[in-house]
């Protein structure tokens, strides 16, 4: 039998867990079928970017090409599905920086989107055809955007 403190810690543990409370950044994605491995995701949420409220999520891996999700933070709600465009609508880029490709259509399917963490699964298509796909989850750091 263990000690009361113990148990104490125990339930407090199983309590946070039922709760959702404990969050750790994960991404899945795959590209025309082959897994993608990434071990870094990190997310930002920006007050005032481009005039509103955005969020830019970003993975990277050691040999993997970095992938990159933009799009507005308002659009990101329980449920709702924002398309990815070359026209304004939320970005898709898989790439470094400066050669990087950006999907010309796809689709982000929000499943929580808060101002400090997000969570969500995403397809979408290149412009020689290939296809990514995958789920993304990461805590957002707060950026006020003001530069």
């Given at each position: 039998m263990?000690?009361?403190?113990?148990?104490?810690?125990?339930?407090?543990?199983a309590?946070?867990?039922?709760?959702?409370?404990?969050?750790?950044?994960?991404v899945q994605?795959?590209?025309?079928g082959e897994?993608?491995?990434?071990?870094?995701?990190?997310?930002r949420?920006?007050?005032?970017?481009?005039?509103?409220?955005?969020?830019?999520?970003?993975?990277?891996?050691?040999?993997?090409?970095?992938?990159?999700?933009?799009?507005?933070f308002?659009?990101?709600?329980?449920?709702?599905?924002?398309w990815?465009?070359?026209?304004?609508?939320?970005e898709?880029?898989?790439?470094?920086?400066?050669?990087?490709?950006?999907?010309?259509?796809g689709?982000?399917?929000?499943?929580?989107?808060k101002?400090?963490?997000v969570?969500?699964?995403?397809?979408?298509?290149?412009?020689?055809?290939?296809?990514?796909?995958?789920r993304?989850?990461?805590?957002?750091?707060?950026?006020?955007?003001?530069?």
């Amino acid at each position: 039998m263990h000690s009361p403190a113990v148990q104490a810690v125990a339930v407090l543990l199983a309590s946070l867990l039922t709760m959702g409370g404990c969050h750790a950044p994960r991404v899945q994605a795959t590209l025309q079928g082959e897994r993608l491995r990434y071990d870094r995701v990190s997310g930002r949420y920006c007050e005032h970017c481009s005039g509103t409220e955005m969020v830019a999520v970003s993975a990277e891996g050691d040999g993997t090409t970095p992938l990159r999700l933009r799009f507005q933070f308002a659009s990101c709600k329980y449920g709702h599905e924002l398309w990815i465009s070359t026209d304004g609508g939320a970005e898709l880029e898989y790439g470094q920086a400066e050669r990087a490709e950006r999907a010309v259509e796809g689709r982000i399917h929000c499943h929580s989107g808060k101002k400090d963490w997000v969570d969500f699964s995403f397809w979408g298509v290149f412009a020689d055809g290939k296809r990514i796909e995958g789920r993304l989850s990461t805590p957002l750091k707060f950026d006020a955007g003001y530069d």
